[in-house]
């Protein structure tokens, strides 16, 4: 047994995250961690790393006691984690960002050797065939799956250390398919040469197909752990949530248009063209693509953030808003795809973050009504089964799925005309996703139009009624969702095939 960890407990501010819990950790084996979001994950993650030492824990490395007191003493340990929120420093290099907390290469014991140190980070991104990113570049003009390929590099440089636990927390949530795969070849080569993996992920496809054995968490308690082989998706399912989950898209019939959300017309902006489509009242268009073929430009586009285009274009019967305030005034409500860096006001309560676009409808003469302001939130929150103490807590406290729950709700609170959602599920529980599923087809079911924008092929295929397909910025296809598969979907995307395009 490489680790192993007994009576696990830990609090904060009185409240029980972690009860109990126990672990145990192979070499040569990927052990998936999960749970539904505020389960215990992350903070099982934050003890491991030393930055939370827990109240009570019984720790043994190779059958040695283990103390993890700091982040140094999991590094001695030999662990190497990726966290879910990418943490960068984006004006130092991609070769500094890989060595951040490593001692940096030499020459004669005094100046950094800068030529053998691009050289070895380029070697780790090679492992991922990242031969597109410089190590000399900052990391800061990085695309957001980059950004998490490169710290998923860092992990196999050393250091001062040879790393023999890898934890991965969402490691896939902004890679592409292809990316994914790769990773998933590094992951099995590490599990080949010894190394123990403990991966998390709200992926159950993957995690299946990876993991030796799981263990889940609910409430802070260990409710189950497996082999893999001997349990199954509804087994997992259960034990995450306490209840049976069907994890399907709600289906619907077709929507019946009554009339038009947006409208564009050989429309191009920025490094977007050929933009041609409408949105129909209640209707649900996909957007897919590669990593960074254009989907979130296109979103911002319609949320007035796109610069100046040329062609014709309409959101709500005007013209396109001219800024993102203008957007929100006219019915536009945005789900952004960072939540923590474009979505939040982490250091302010859930009520501050539900209510802050709808401010102007909430007040009288300029002044707060703060018990609708509450109501409104309280509603919400019911109705999207967030998970909190109390609506006055900072959203920084919530687990990240709720997070996510907080911006939707921003974003749901009058129903609007437009919503645009920017890979709404990432990072997001079977239980939460549910929740943010029917409250999707809620709102189309109200005439809402929506636009998705989703690298969860499945989910495009299961919501939408269309999908528009983009590469390298331009459109490509326009495809209904009928009989289509994420095979399908995928080669379509990569153009290796022809679909019925409108």
């Given at each position: 047994?490489?680790?192993?960890?007994?009576?696990?407990?830990?609090?904060?501010?009185?409240?029980?995250?972690?009860?109990?819990?126990?672990?145990?950790?192979?070499?040569?084996?990927?052990?998936?961690?999960?749970?539904?979001?505020?389960?215990?994950?992350?903070?099982?993650?934050?003890?491991?790393?030393?930055?939370?030492?827990?109240?009570?824990?019984?720790?043994?490395?190779?059958?040695?006691?283990?103390?993890?007191?700091?982040?140094?003493?999991?590094?001695?340990?030999?662990?190497?984690?990726?966290?879910?929120?990418?943490?960068?420093?984006?004006?130092?290099?991609?070769?500094?960002?890989?060595?951040?907390?490593?001692?940096?290469?030499?020459?004669?014991?005094?100046?950094?050797?800068?030529?053998?140190?691009?050289?070895?980070?380029?070697?780790?991104?090679?492992?991922?065939?990242?031969?597109?990113?410089?190590?000399?570049?900052?990391?800061?003009?990085?695309?957001?799956?980059?950004?998490?390929?490169?710290?998923?590099?860092?992990?196999?440089?050393?250091?001062?250390?040879?790393?023999?636990?890898?934890?991965?927390?969402?490691?896939?949530?902004?890679?592409?398919?292809?990316?994914?795969?790769?990773l998933f070849a590094v992951i099995r080569d590490l599990r080949a040469r010894g190394a123990a993996i403990l991966y998390v992920s709200h992926r159950l496809d993957e995690v299946m197909a990876l993991a030796?054995?799981?263990?889940?968490?609910?409430?802070?308690?260990?409710?189950?752990?497996?082999?893999?082989?001997?349990?199954?998706?509804?087994?997992?399912?259960?034990?995450?949530?306490?209840?049976?989950?069907?994890?399907?898209?709600?289906?619907?019939?077709?929507?019946?248009?009554?009339?038009?959300?947006?409208?564009?017309?050989?429309?191009?902006a920025g490094r977007l063209s050929g933009l041609s489509f409408e949105l129909g009242t209640g209707e649900i268009l996909g957007v897919a693509g590669l990593e960074n073929a254009g989907q979130s430009d296109?979103?911002?586009?319609?949320?007035?953030?796109?610069?100046?285009?040329?062609?014709?274009?309409?959101?709500?019967?005007?013209?396109?808003?001219?800024?993102?305030?203008?957007?929100?005034?006219?019915?536009?409500?945005?789900?952004?795809?960072?939540?923590?860096?474009?979505?939040?006001?982490?250091?302010?309560?859930?009520?501050?973050?539900?209510?802050?676009?709808?401010?102007?409808?909430?007040?009288?003469?300029?002044?707060?009504?703060?018990?609708?302001?509450?109501?409104?939130?309280?509603?919400?929150?019911?109705?999207?089964?967030?998970?909190?103490?109390?609506?006055?807590?900072?959203?920084?406290?919530?687990?990240?799925?709720?997070?996510?729950?907080?911006?939707?709700?921003?974003?749901?609170?009058?129903?609007?005309?437009?919503?645009?959602?920017?890979?709404?599920?990432?990072?997001?529980?079977?239980?939460?996703?549910?929740?943010?599923?029917?409250?999707?087809?809620?709102?189309?079911?109200?005439?809402?139009?929506?636009?998705?924008?989703?690298?969860?092929?499945?989910?495009?295929?299961?919501?939408?009624?269309?999908?528009?397909?983009?590469?390298?910025?331009?459109?490509?296809?326009?495809?209904?969702?009928?009989?289509?598969?994420?095979?399908?979907?995928?080669?379509?995307?990569?153009?290796?095939?022809?679909?019925?395009?409108?």
């Amino acid at each position: 047994m490489l680790l192993s960890i007994r009576g696990l407990d830990k609090s904060f501010g009185g409240t029980p995250a972690l009860s109990d819990v126990a672990l145990d950790l192979r070499a040569g084996e990927v052990h998936a961690l999960m749970g539904e979001n505020g389960a215990g994950k992350s903070t099982l993650i934050r003890v491991l790393a030393g930055v939370s030492p827990a109240d009570r824990m019984d720790a043994r490395l190779d059958g040695a006691p283990l103390v993890l007191g700091s982040p140094a003493d999991a590094a001695r340990a030999g662990f190497r984690f990726v966290h879910q929120e990418l943490n960068i420093v984006p004006t130092l290099s991609v070769a500094e960002n890989i060595f951040l907390g490593r001692s940096l290469p030499r020459r004669l014991g005094a100046a950094v050797d800068w030529r053998r140190l691009n050289r070895m980070a380029g070697d780790a991104l090679g492992r991922f065939g990242l031969s597109h990113i410089d190590p000399r570049q900052k990391a800061g003009r990085l695309g957001t799956g980059d950004r998490m390929l490169m710290r998923l590099a860092s992990m196999l440089v050393s250091g001062d250390t040879e790393p023999r636990l890898f934890v991965m927390d969402e490691p896939t949530a902004a890679l592409t398919h292809a990316e994914s795969e790769r990773l998933f070849a590094v992951i099995r080569d590490l599990r080949a040469r010894g190394a123990a993996i403990l991966y998390v992920s709200h992926r159950l496809d993957e995690v299946m197909a990876l993991a030796d054995r799981v263990t889940v968490l609910r409430d802070g308690r260990r409710v189950l752990t497996a082999a893999m082989a001997e349990t199954g998706r509804a087994g997992i399912i259960r034990a995450m949530t306490g209840r049976d989950v069907t994890e399907a898209h709600p289906r619907r019939a077709a929507p019946a248009r009554a009339g038009t959300v947006c409208r564009l017309e050989d429309v191009s902006a920025g490094r977007l063209s050929g933009l041609s489509f409408e949105l129909g009242t209640g209707e649900i268009l996909g957007v897919a693509g590669l990593e960074n073929a254009g989907q979130s430009d296109l979103l911002h586009l319609l949320l007035g953030d796109g610069g100046r285009i040329s062609g014709r274009a309409e959101v709500a019967d005007a013209a396109l808003p001219r800024s993102p305030s203008q957007a929100w005034g006219r019915g536009v409500a945005f789900v952004p795809r960072e939540r923590r860096r474009e979505g939040l006001m982490l250091g302010r309560s859930i009520v501050a973050n539900t209510v802050l676009p709808h401010l102007g409808r909430l007040s009288v003469l300029g002044l707060a009504r703060k018990r609708l302001e509450t109501d409104e939130s309280r509603r919400l929150a019911q109705a999207l089964r967030l998970r909190h103490r109390t609506l006055a807590q900072p959203v920084r406290e919530l687990s990240g799925g709720n997070q996510q729950k907080v911006v939707l709700a921003r974003a749901t609170l009058d129903a609007p005309k437009l919503l645009l959602l920017d890979e709404p599920t990432r990072g997001v529980d079977v239980g939460a996703r549910e929740d943010i599923y029917a409250t999707i087809r809620s709102l189309a079911a109200q005439g809402t139009g929506i636009l998705l924008a989703s690298t969860d092929l499945p989910e495009l295929i299961g919501l939408s009624d269309r999908i528009l397909i983009l590469r390298d910025g331009r459109q490509v296809g326009l495809v209904a969702t009928q009989g289509l598969d994420p095979e399908g979907l995928l080669s379509l995307i990569y153009g290796e095939a022809r679909g019925a395009h409108e």
